[in-house]
């Protein structure tokens, strides 16, 4: 079993920058694509950014230009830099690690972003 811990959310106003961090409980980047996603209240859960072991990034056309996933493979931690903040970038950002291949899905409790002035 992997837990995955989020932090780094917080009120912003418009135009702002946070960075979200997620650390993994075990070594797994080197298997598994880390990703971020979020859910606005009323809203499905949707991807913003991912990662794959060998580096390749992929983001939601809403967030690229603005969004940046990392890794930081010493401290077992993925970080999301988010800049330019929309008050529509509201939502819980939740971390995820996958394995399809072996069918392992783990999700972080999320954190909170509001971007309101």
């Known amino acids: 079993q992997v837990q995955l811990v989020e932090s780094g959310g917080g009120l912003v106003q418009p135009g702002g920058s946070l960075r979200l961090s997620c650390t993994a409980s075990?070594?797994?980047?080197?298997?598994?694509?880390m990703g971020w996603y979020r859910q606005a209240p009323g809203k499905q859960r949707e991807l913003v950014a991912t990662?794959?072991?060998?580096?390749?990034?992929n983001y939601a056309d809403s967030v690229k230009g603005r969004f940046t996933i990392s890794e930081d493979n010493a401290k077992n931690t993925v970080n999301l830099q988010m800049n330019s903040l929309k008050p529509k970038d509201t939502a819980v950002y939740y971390c995820?690690?996958?394995?399809?291949?072996?069918?392992?899905?783990?999700w972080g409790q999320g954190t909170q972003v509001i971007v309101s002035a």
């Open positions: 995820n690690g996958l394995l399809t291949i072996l069918g392992r899905d783990y």
């Open positions: 075990t070594a797994i980047f080197h298997v598994y694509t």
């Open positions: 990662i794959t072991p060998d580096g390749s990034t």
